[in-house]
């Protein structure tokens, strides 16, 4: 009998140890909390300027798809950055973005642009791009208060850079693969706040060279609304070395323009330089175009 006793007390002890390895333990329901709606909504309806290779031929462009494939947006509370959204083109309601806030005062900045990667926002005075590369960008800066009442803002984004475009006259050689330009007197990094650069950047641009192409173009946010930039444009082939270079000094930017330098790099009065040979004219492109001869 009591070796009976102890087989069904075994038997027993195995169907428990069982039955706890396959089922999980019950830890009681939580009570659901539903989301709470937004009561901030920013939407993104228009542009200072578009782009001037854009299809779109209105100033207000409502589509954002057109004009920028990244959005960037930052909410900070004095200092403390509360919020950051990241939207790119193709994501669900692009160009929309709703969130909820605590009752208080913001700082809200937008960034729309075109780089390979969101924009890094250190501080509302101080947003940069992966590796200082930058795209047509705008911006939209402006402080709220958040109360009882849901909120929304239609937004126009502000273009905060200025471009040099290089037109050759005639096609590069061959053996000319890249254009390397390096140039001083603007920023690659952004302050929200002003609209302006907010750092004196070193910029470094590689553009490989398509066969037959002569349209070449860059980009730089001003310190201020005009500036000037030194201009080293130099002709690489496969294996990097100068074929030929041209420094361009005093060269005149302006937020919301096109500087456009027309000549032939390879047609310099100088056998190091092409500067003497180069034009510069104004058209109406953006807010306008500058353009000059070399």
């Known amino acids: 009998m009591k070796a009976l006793l102890a087989k069904l007390s075994a038997l027993v002890c195995i169907a428990a140890v069982s039955l706890a390895s396959c089922e999980k333990p019950f830890v009681g329901l939580e009570p659901e909390t539903p989301d709470e709606p937004a009561n901030v909504t920013f939407r993104v309806t228009g542009f200072e300027q578009i782009p001037f290779d854009s299809p779109v031929t209105s100033r207000a462009a409502e589509d954002i798809a057109q004009v920028c494939s990244r959005i960037n947006l930052v909410v900070y509370d004095g200092e403390t950055?509360?919020?950051?959204?990241?939207?790119?083109?193709?994501?669900?309601?692009?160009?929309?973005?709703?969130?909820?806030?605590?009752?208080?005062?913001?700082?809200?900045?937008?960034?729309?642009?075109?780089?390979?990667?969101?924009?890094?926002?250190?501080?509302?005075?101080?947003?940069?791009?992966?590796?200082?590369?930058?795209?047509?960008?705008?911006?939209?800066?402006?402080?709220?208060?958040?109360?009882?009442?849901?909120?929304?803002?239609?937004?126009?984004?502000?273009?905060?850079?200025?471009?040099?475009?290089?037109?050759?006259?005639?096609?590069?050689?061959?053996?000319?693969?890249?254009?390397?330009?390096?140039?001083?007197?603007?920023?690659?990094?952004?302050?929200?706040?002003?609209?302006?650069?907010?750092?004196?950047?070193?910029?470094?641009?590689?553009?490989?060279?398509a066969s037959g192409q002569t349209q070449f173009e860059v980009y730089t946010i001003p310190h201020a609304e005009t500036g000037v930039l030194r201009m080293t444009i130099s002709a690489l082939d496969a294996s990097d070395t100068v074929l030929k270079e041209c420094v361009l000094e005093e060269v005149p930017v302006q937020r919301n323009r096109i500087t456009v330098y027309t000549g032939d790099l390879f047609d310099g009065s100088s056998a190091e330089t092409g500067e003497d040979t180069f034009r510069l004219k104004v058209e109406t492109a953006w807010g306008g175009e500058d353009n000059y001869e070399f």
């Open 81 to 209: 950055k509360v919020k950051s959204v990241v939207q790119k083109k193709g994501d669900a309601d692009y160009g929309t973005i709703a969130m909820t806030l605590p009752q208080g005062s913001y700082k809200v900045a937008i960034i729309g642009h075109s780089t390979s990667a969101s924009a890094t926002v250190t501080s509302l005075e101080k947003i940069s791009f992966t590796n200082n590369l930058l795209s047509d960008t705008f911006s939209y800066y402006t402080e709220i208060t958040v109360g009882d009442d849901a909120q929304t803002h239609d937004v126009t984004l502000r273009r905060v850079v200025a471009m040099f475009r290089l037109v050759q006259t005639k096609a590069l050689p061959q053996e000319v693969r890249r254009l390397k330009f390096y140039y001083t007197g603007g920023s690659s990094t952004l302050s929200a706040v002003t609209g302006y650069g907010s750092v004196n950047s070193k910029q470094t641009v590689n553009l490989d060279v």
